[in-house]
């Protein structure tokens, strides 16, 4: 199979994937952009590519290296942007189709989406791939460069912060 007819093949598979996760983690709906340098940088190392883990998580290191490159030569920060749940369209679908329903389940998304990037960056990257992306351990792992221990760790206490986050913001 040649290069060009894998990442096209990836594309089709994780393209969604990839965009979610760069806008969860940049904050920004703005990332068409991102999206493309991460699979034209993966066409350009494919043969760094060694199955030792799945392809969605390799596309996730690079996607999460060209992000945090993006923040720092941008000298802004994107992390205060807050996305709305609204402006994001089907991101999160609400799993009830009724209109009280739908619109509970939005105004409870757009907080948590406001908790989320309030958390420091360790947990706000630990949550972004664990939750919203639902990666497992080990491939959370594999996208941070962290032992197992330390993502359920930090997913732990990124939970822990956002119990606290969300009861502080209730009373």
Do not use: C
Not at 19 to 40: A, C, K, S
Not at 116 to 125: G, S
Request: hydrophobic residues 35%.
């Amino acid at each position: 199979m040649s290069r060009e007819s894998t990442i096209s093949d990836w594309f089709n598979e994780y393209g969604n994937d990839v965009y979610r996760f760069l806008v969860f983690y940049t904050g920004t709906l703005d990332v068409e952009d991102l999206v493309q340098e991460v699979f034209i940088k993966a066409i350009k190392n494919l043969h760094t590519f060694k199955n030792k883990s799945s392809p969605k998580t390799w596309l996730f290191i690079i996607a999460r290296n060209l992000a945090i490159d993006e923040m720092r030569s941008n000298k802004k920060s994107m992390w205060k942007k807050l996305i709305t749940i609204e402006d994001a369209g089907d991101l999160l679908s609400p799993s009830e189709q009724n209109p009280e329903t739908i619109f509970l389940n939005k105004q409870y998304e757009n907080e948590l989406n406001g908790v989320i990037q309030l958390l420091n960056k360790n947990y706000r990257e630990v949550i972004i791939l664990r939750s919203v992306n639902q990666l497992s351990v080990s491939e959370t792992a594999a996208v941070l460069n962290w032992s197992n221990e330390k993502v359920r760790t930090n997913y732990y206490r990124a939970i822990k912060a956002i119990r606290k986050q969300w009861r502080d913001n209730s009373e």
